[in-house]
């Protein structure tokens, strides 16, 4: 099978292109490397298996030109920091709901009809505490993030029912391990390297949510896709443990062996505006397909930061 990846040198996409590689497919990454790197996959770029398209999806000319022969599009590109809307307020605009229509209208033109995409847990918004479903709603997001992803949900829906496409939808708890860029793991390795005295935790350190490696992740994904056959497919990706903020801090720490390190919390329940305190999610539709978390989150927290930690 011939397929593109948006945001293929990114954290998960590159992750991603190794396992379609190791399956043999044959893989065309396409990214700006705005946050993806081309160092996660320096290691393909020999083969012949396998291309790569420095670009943006908001150039629609090149991606309708360089989509053109393939089979499946695998769409996660998007940028990832959910803060960053707050002060420019149309990135997610752009890089989640325009880029999605952008590759959904060149998946059109080029006879593509299969789309497997990166969504998110920020589109439920703030919910009761509970195990959420795939059909809670109604959907309200609280940040400029979310809203996008669940706009470029509505715009795969759309596209699936008026031009005979398929969708796969996943909508990713904390996804987190080796080549990660940002999260709560990542900044608190970057502040703790900087000040190994003490450590600033937004909010108030109860915000709890799953975490998951990105080798599950990946797993879920080849899983889901394989598995569910319908024509607009909405699966989480998540584990039914969760992590708050604070042992987040405390197992970084306990890694980088640290000791008498003061913690700084900023206050308030919300870590920045738009941030949804707690997360549950039911992963019952995955369990049905034959999918589950290998690693609960506290485990998958901690292999993350090993990852980072021996990289670094």
Known sequence: MKIFVTGGAGFIGSHLIDRLMLEGHQVTAYDNLS???????????????FGFIEADTLDFDMLLQSMKGHDTVFHLAANGDIRQGIVETDLHLKQGTIA?????????????????????ATVYGETPVMPLPEDYGPLLPISLYGAGKLAAEGLISAYCGTFDMQGWIFRFANIVGKRMGHGVIYDFIEKLNRNPHEVEILGDGH????????????????????????????????????????????????????????????GGERGWPGDVPQLRFNVEKMKELG??????????????????????
């Open 35 to 49: 946050s993806g790197k081309r160092e996660f996959i320096a290691h393909h770029l020999n083969q012949d298996a």
């Open 291 to 312: 999918w589950e978390a290998k690693y609960t989150s506290d485990e998958a927290a901690r292999r993350a930061i090993r990852d980072i930690l021996e990289k670094e």
């Open 100 to 120: 999605t229509y952008n590759v959904l209208e060149a998946m059109r033109i080029n006879g593509i009809n299969q789309i497997i995409f990166s969504s998110s």
């Open 207 to 266: 915000q709890r949510k799953p975490f998951v490696s990105v080798e599950d992740c990946i797993d879920a994904i080849l899983s889901g896709y394989n598995n569910s056959n319908k024509s607009v497919n909405v699966l989480n990706i998540g584990c039914s443990t969760t992590t708050d903020v604070t042992t987040i801090a405390k197992i970084v720490i306990e890694e980088m062996g640290l000791n008498d390190v003061q913690f700084k919390y900023t």
